[in-house]
């Protein structure tokens, strides 16, 4: 059974910092490209960061220098430390496997809620 389940979310104070991880079953985790999403409330789903089978990254220029993926295949597991948390990155987080262009695995998401 192909899953990701996502989790770390929770509630932080601005400057605030979370680490999100991504367990994936049912796949050859290495051969996929990996990848944080993010929906807020009335927006779009928009990528946050990715990660390619051989380690190479990508990050949405908002969270350039305060957020880091990264991924461990012994564990088949993604992660994505978030640092200097700010109002503005409160969404529901989903993790994506992807393979190609036709393959896309979606997660359930976990809420990440920036506040004071």
């Known amino acids: 059974q192909v899953q990701l389940v996502e989790s770390g979310g929770g509630l932080v104070q601005p400057g605030g910092s979370l680490r999100l991880s991504c367990a994936a079953s049912?796949?050859?985790?290495?051969?996929?490209?990996m990848g944080w999403y993010r929906q807020a409330p009335g927006k779009q789903r928009e990528l946050v960061a990715a990660?390619?089978?051989?380690?190479?990254?990508n990050y949405a220029e908002s969270v350039l220098g305060r957020f880091t993926i990264s991924r461990d295949n012994a564990k088949n597991t993604v992660y994505l430390q978030m640092n200097s948390l700010k109002p503005e990155d409160t969404a529901v987080y989903y993790c994506?496997?992807?393979?190609?262009?036709?393959?896309?695995?979606w997660g359930q998401g976990t809420q990440v809620t920036v506040s004071s």
């Open positions: 990660i390619t089978g051989a380690g190479l990254t």
């Open positions: 049912g796949i050859i985790f290495s051969i996929y490209n």
């Open positions: 994506k496997a992807g393979r190609g262009i036709s393959i896309a695995i």
